[in-house]
């Protein structure tokens, strides 16, 4: 059975920082890439960053995010990480770790988690 679990979330103050990790579990993580994507209210979907997998681990990363957030994986523990540094309020949203089943980094509901809530306010 697919698992996947985020966590890490929280509230911080703007310029602050945040580790969110990502369990999985049923599946081989270091057969698939593997992203994050967000869900703000009243936003669409963004995918945030994704990190391919084997012999090709390119990342890739939104504009909004790029020089700011690192995503890295752990294939031997099956674990996946966003690093989040110089939080802004426009960060605030709900993280979902995901595969990225079809090919490109875009936000996919087929094996996701149940996500965890970043908040950035003072």
């Known amino acids: 059975q697919v698992q996947i679990v985020e966590s890490g979330g929280g509230l911080v103050q703007p310029g602050g920082s945040l580790r969110l990790s990502c369990a999985a579990s049923g599946f081989t993580l270091g057969d698939y890439a593997i992203g994050w994507f967000r869900q703000a209210p009243g936003k669409e979907r963004e995918a945030v960053s994704c990190?391919?997998?084997?012999?090709?681990?390119?990342?890739v990363y939104s504009d909004s995010v790029k020089g700011r957030f690192t995503i890295s994986r752990d294939d031997a523990e099956n674990l996946v990480f966003l690093q989040m540094n110089s939080l802004k309020p426009e960060d605030t949203a709900v993280y979902y770790c995901f595969v990225p089943e079809g090919g490109d980094c875009e936000p996919d509901d087929t094996y996701r988690g149940q996500g965890t809530q970043v908040t950035v306010s003072s």
């Open positions: 990190i391919g997998f084997g012999d090709d681990t390119t990342i």
